[in-house]
């Protein structure tokens, strides 16, 4: 599936994990949703600071759901040794329904968005950031908009934020970017 860290599990193709270490670069990050770090290591790279919001209990649309195969504490473990090279990467183990109402989004300069897969926690997300300042770089993954219905409907909230906002997007696999401005890259540029 990947040789870019290979070691580190997830979901993230190396196209992916190369659009976000590009996005991610000398940026205050806030990342929501971790599993066991590969998209946290990608963006740690090159990242001024990375804050990761997980409470490692999955969820209904992963398969590191607990009782799915893997364990809380197995994923947090795997989370710590992936990412302990790594002195700009900050936990912050809450569920982000607790934590975003804690934190604001000007505080960041990229927001990337990997968690609750269901429309209602990817409209709860996006709701939190619309307040973000336009220069701002938000994205999510696991854009899927002719997926499953359980992708396309957080696929729908998703592309409804793109059109009350204005801002700009670009898909890379299966990660949604949303900008205001110009980036100093293109999709073709990411194709693997």
Same mark, same amino acid.
């Given at each position: +599936?990947? @040789? ?8 993230? %193709? $190396?196209?992916? #994990? ?5 996005? =991610? ?29 997980d409470s490692f209990e999955g969820d209904d ?34 569920? +982000?329904? @607790? ?8 505080? %960041? $300069?990229?927001? #990337? ?5 269901? =429309? ?56 949604l970017i949303l900008y205001n401005g110009t ?10």
């Open positions: +599936m990947t @040789d870019l860290f290979p070691e580190v599990g997830g979901w993230l %193709f $190396d196209h992916e #994990f190369l659009a976000l270490q590009r996005l =991610a670069t000398d940026k205050k990050v806030l990342e929501i949703g971790c599993y066991q770090g590969r998209s946290t290591v990608a963006m740690a790279t090159t990242a001024e600071h990375v804050f990761t919001i649309f992963t398969e590191s759901t607990v009782g799915g195969g893997i364990s809380k504490e197995v994923c947090k473990d795997a989370f710590l040794r992936n990412t302990k090279q790594f002195d700009n990467v900050s936990l912050l183990e809450f569920d +982000m329904y @607790d934590m975003l109402e804690n934190l604001l989004p000007s505080n %960041f $300069d990229f927001i #990337f968005y990997d968690a609750g897969h269901s =429309a209602d926690d990817t409209k709860f997300f996006l709701d939190w950031v619309q307040s973000a300042p336009d220069d701002t770089i938000i994205a999510l993954h696991d854009y899927k908009p002719d997926g499953e219905p359980k992708w396309h409907e957080s696929a729908v909230v998703m592309m409804d934020f793109h059109r009350r906002t204005g801002r700009k997007f670009i898909v890379i696999g299966s990660l980036l100093d890259f293109e999709e073709k540029d990411f194709t693997p």
